[in-house]
């Protein structure tokens, strides 16, 4: 992707406003931070009138003021968070384990319904529409992944994996820290979508929270909307205060917005219903128009299977799979090469009880899965240690922690995002290499 | 004041030297503060040399301790020091100037209720102003003397709001948390419609200071217990009583894992967290085997299969305990619950402590960066009247500090909400408890549901945590929501409404509206391209500019400025 003219002409006119040269807020907090007047700054903002505001995508000139069209806008992080604790064993199932098949008459996947995944594990065949991409190298998992918050409670686990950290000392999300160490970008280079900020993404960094693009909008309808953006950069423009600093990268997300909502866009694959589905398909759009997308937060939920995992053919777990493949397969399908240039991680608060429960089910566990999609790879293959299933090597009853989750993504941001140092972004952790990536 | 910092100046020190060093490095220099994480897995011991204090592990005294500092705010307001009188305070910081200019009229009666109040209404305006700052402050003081009766009349329609921890346990299913929901209800009720605001807003604070979240399973019953026995018992109270009373509540016990510490196993979650957040705070010195004996000393307190606090001496580990300048023998397991609230009481009367409470008032109230000459004043108040608060606010509304800093806080997301049904005027309507669902929702969205912050440290109380586009453009919208009563439940009066009689001109109806929701003008350009909003000119006849219809989307964007943004 070297040059804009191989797009279509609405996406090469999103890189060329990408491209054009404009301070924004980054400049205006960085400047903070070094003590300058805010005055110098807005004397920098200054130059922003009504009419420029509509085209702005960029928040400074440090990301593109050198690149123009053929900026590379990056590798992108699309984190997946499955809400409610999956469970790890139901989806990359370890194979031949009699201590499984002890542990869950009912619900264990057994080896002949298994899709072929690695020496030690198979796949739930409900991932059948990915499997192709598993065995072009392109998905690749790892189990018995723990994090340093051993409540099984659903809101101290998320807390722990979204600050990135167990300590309270951290209270920014792990994927703020990532802006962070990206440096400044475009109005897109974080979104989340949804109606609520993941707790990932808390912090100082702007970030974009999008149902869909077409929502991303002013209250009250087209009546007044030019006039109201008008009034409203009247009303923040050449005040000294960092809410108003807020109010432009508002205004701006909200003109980009529109730009590429008023575009005719056909997603290349059939995407199924449902929300899920329908928040990848806004992310390939952007990744696609290459808008300078970095980092992605999205929420599936409904794991948390106290009851009726089922068996392999008719459960929650077989309904949720379902719907968690066709949706992942449809956007990497739509993505097409591009998906060469994302990096897709779903995670999850905990795994789920070895033993089943009196309800076909499976209580809060701890060692979970992690399931990784896109370029760079080491695909086709399950990482990291296994401590299996015996009796004597559970935590509590539970698939022990064996592989730090951080670990992962550590590996991730070195490999794809190009972040050299991590221990600003997982401040209590030392890393140990996995060999996930290429 | 002396203490923070120097802990600043050895912070800067040390990430220097570990940034040198590499990631290796800086994950051995952060092991002080990742140990904190470990808190629900029982004690380790430090892992190599002596204890160390968090103090010195590189970090702020606290999180917006941080972001104020990473602002880089000068700490010079413009004015500072004491006067005998809010009044006195006002007039002297009237004729000096402020270091940061603002789009707020410096008003002291509007500047007032924008910090004492969750946001100034039109009565609230009037009253200052016929009971003076003085009499107004006097009386919010005073809250049992403030007739209650709109916001009493909402708690009567959410049923569990004045039940005991017995009754929700026989009314509701078990670990329902629909009393935890009409806690939340009941929370917006009082921000919204208390006339006990200034006490509303301690709760408020202390809230967030001495924090269990809400929701959380393990206080499903006992939530709403703690509201009222525990926060709103001694809002203005004595600290040194507050802290007594949360180290005795079920919720907060259950919350930091204290009910299941035993002398066998003990879990340090709250005795860390009781150093950390509750009291002297990280500047506070203390070491990991601080911490181990905070933890140890506090076994016992625990809660019985009735959701009530028992003390358990079976489970109080004995032998002599030393945590900073607190010793105690600590000889018997009986005696453990006495030996611990003489802790509690050294904790309370810490000058660090002081120090940590005072710097949190100064955040909450006057500028999120506050001169260590305030905070050094409000200290001393809090220990010389035994850690009694409303001697403490009485300085700081006697400081010039507060009186210059019109305009240097920002709304919280809550803070708008509230501020925003205040000022229109939304009141109880035709069903209450419906309408303060959906505004409980509204504030989730926003991201700051009342009590719901889920780590025990509170919401943050900085504007530097806040905003962005998301959150800029949802409390935008929500301006527009809540003008045009867009949701049921509540009354919602009619924009066209607000304005009363309609003057003449759309300049005039402009000003009308701007004092009436602003409690000010606005300034001359900001007059031109609101009136260029609705299409008019300051002269046009108001019947011909439509202002009537109009009024519908002139209402909000005059909200979602900052002058509505600001407090």
């Known amino acids: ?11 090469a006119a999103l890189r060329r406003a990408a491209g054009r040269v404009t301070a924004g807020l980054a400049d205006q907090r960085d400047a903070w931070r070094h003590g300058f007047t805010r005055r110098r700054v807005l004397a920098g903002l200054g130059g922003l009138g009504v009419a420029s505001l509509g085209s702005q995508l960029v928040t400074t000139r440090v990301a593109f003021g050198a690149a123009q069209d053929g900026a590379d806008p990056g590798t992108t992080l699309v984190v997946v968070f499955l809400r409610g604790g999956v469970d790890g064993l139901s989806v990359i199932v370890p194979r031949g384990n009699g201590d499984l098949a002890v542990a869950r008459p009912r619900i264990a996947v057994p080896d002949r319904a298994l899709l072929p995944g690695d020496d030690r594990f198979g796949l739930h065949p409900a991932l059948a529409p990915l ?41 920014s999300g792990w994927l703020d820290r990532v802006l962070a160490a990206l440096g400044p970008g475009t109005t897109f280079r974080a979104v989340a979508n949804g109606t609520a900020l993941p707790r990932s993404l808390l912090g100082r960094e702007e970030k974009l929270v999008l149902t869909e693009l077409q929502r ?8 007044l909307r030019d006039r109201t953006v008008a009034a409203l950069t009247a009303l923040y423009t050449g005040l000294d205060h960092p809410v108003a600093g807020h109010a432009q990268v508002t205004l701006r997300a909200l003109a980009a917005a529109r730009e590429l909502a008023d575009q005719d866009y056909q997603p290349v694959a059939d995407y199924p219903d449902g929300g899920f589905a329908g928040q990848l398909r806004e992310l390939a759009r952007l990744i696609k128009a290459r808008v300078g997308l970095r980092v992605a937060a999205i929420d599936l939920g409904g794991w948390d299977m106290h009851t009726w995992i089922g068996p392999v053919d008719d459960g929650g777990m077989r309904r949720h799979l379902d719907q968690f493949a066709a949706a992942l397969a449809a956007f990497s399908t739509d993505l097409g090469p591009a998906l060469e240039d994302v990096t897709l991680v779903t995670m999850s608060e905990f795994g789920r009880r070895v033993a089943e429960n009196g309800n076909a089910g499976a209580d809060h566990g701890h060692g979970g899965v992690m399931l990784l999609l896109g370029g760079g790879l080491r695909g ?14 559970l935590d509590h009853g539970d698939l022990a922690g064996a592989n730090d989750y951080r670990d992962v993504l550590v590996e991730l941001l070195q490999r794809r995002l190009g972040i050299g140092d991590p221990a600003p972004i997982f401040p209590d952790h030392r890393p140990t290499r996995l060999g996930v990536f290429r | 004041m002396a203490v923070h910092r120097r802990a600043g100046v050895l912070t800067t020190h040390r990430r220097q030297v570990l940034l040198g060093l590499g990631a290796g490095a800086v994950a051995v220099g952060a092991l002080g503060s990742a140990y904190a994480a470990l808190g629900g897995s029982g004690l380790r011991p430090a892992l190599s040399g002596g204890p160390t204090s968090p103090r010195d592990a590189g970090g702020f005294a606290d999180r917006d301790a941080s972001y104020g500092h990473a602002l880089g705010e000068a700490a010079d307001l413009g004015a500072a020091g004491q006067a005998d009188s809010p009044e006195a305070a006002a007039r002297a910081a009237a004729g000096a100037t402020p270091t940061r200019p603002t789009p ?49 009349a909402v708690l009567d329609q959410l049923p569990t709001a004045r039940m005991s921890a017995a009754q929700i346990r026989a009314e509701l299913e078990p670990n329902s948390w629909d009393a935890m929901f009409e806690l939340g209800q009941a929370t917006l009720a009082r921000q919204f419609w208390s006339r006990r605001q200034l006490f509303e807003v301690m709760v408020d604070f202390w809230s967030n200071h001495l924090h269990v979240t809400c929701p959380f399973g393990g206080a499903w019953a006992t939530r709403t217990g703690y509201d009222r026995d525990v926060i709103r018992a001694h809002a203005l109270g004595r600290f040194r009583d507050l802290l007594h009373a949360s180290a005795r509540h079920p919720a907060m016990l259950r919350y930091l894992n204290n009910d299941r510490s035993h002398r066998r196993s003990v879990n340090e979650n709250y005795g860390r967290e009781l150093l950390e957040l509750h009291t002297v705070g990280v500047a506070g010195g203390y070491t990991e085997r601080d911490v181990r004996d905070s933890a140890y000393l506090m076994t016992g307190r625990t809660v019985d299969a009735a959701d009530e606090f028992v003390y358990d001496p079976e489970r109080h580990w004995i032998d002599p305990v030393r945590v900073l300048g607190f010793r105690h023998p600590n000889p018997t397991r009986p005696g453990g619950l006495a030996a611990s609230d003489e802790y509690l009481d050294y904790l309370a009367h810490h000058p660090a402590t002081a120090t940590r409470i005072a710097r949190k008032l100064a955040v909450r109230f006057v500028t999120d960066h506050p001169p260590p000459g305030l905070v050094d004043r409000l200290a001393a108040a809090y220990l010389d009247h035994d850690t009694a608060v409303v001697p403490v606010l009485r300085t700081l509304f006697s400081s010039l500090e507060f009186w210059i800093s019109v305009g240097r806080k920002t709304r919280r997301p809550l803070e708008n909400l509230a501020a925003t049904v205040r000022t229109l005027g939304i009141t109880p309507g035709p069903d209450t408890p419906a309408g303060l669902a959906g505004l409980y929702w509204l504030s989730h969205r926003l991201g700051q549901a009342p009590l719901a912050w ?45 304005v009363g009689p309609p003057p003449a ?54 909200l979602d400025s900052a002058y509505h943004a600001l407090r």
């Open chain 1, 131 to 171: 499997h192709p991409l598993w065995t072009a190298g392109r998905m690749a998992a790892v189990h018995a992944v723990g994090s340093p918050d051993l409540s099984r409670s659903h809101f101290q686990a998320q807390d722990c994996l979204e600050r990135g950290a167990a300590t309270s000392s951290v209270t």
């Open chain 1, 1 to 11: 992707m070297m040059d804009g003219s191989h797009h279509p002409r609405p996406e």
């Open chain 1, 216 to 223: 991303f909008d002013l209250a009250g309808g087209d009546q």
């Open chain 2, 454 to 498: 889920g780590p025990p440290d509170g919401y943050p109380d900085v504007a530097a945590a806040w905003g962005g586009a998301h959150g800029t453009l949802g409390i935008w919208n929500s301006h527009h929501a809540l003008a045009n009563g867009w949701s049921d439940g509540l009354s919602y009066p009619a924009p066209e409404s607000l």
């Open chain 2, 505 to 558: 001109t759309a300049g005039d109806y402009l000003d009308t509206l701007s004092r009436r929701l602003l409690f000010q003008p606005v300034q001359e350009r900001h007059r031109t391209a609101l009136l260029e909003l609705v299409d008019a000119g300051p002269d046009t006849p108001t019947g011909e500019a439509g202002l009537d219809r109009a009024a519908r989307h002139l209402v909000p964007v005059l």
């Open chain 2, 104 to 152: 707020l009229a410096r008003d002291p009666v509007a500047h007032l209720l924008r910090r004492a109040s969750f946001g100034p209404t039109g009565s609230d305006h009037q009253q200052v102003e016929s009971l003076g700052l003085s009499g107004w402050l006097d009386r919010q003081l005073a809250p049992g003397s403030i007739d209650d009766p709109v916001a009493e």
């Open chain 1, 380 to 393: 086709g293959r399950v990482h990291g240690g296994w401590p299996g299933l015996a009796p004597d090597v």
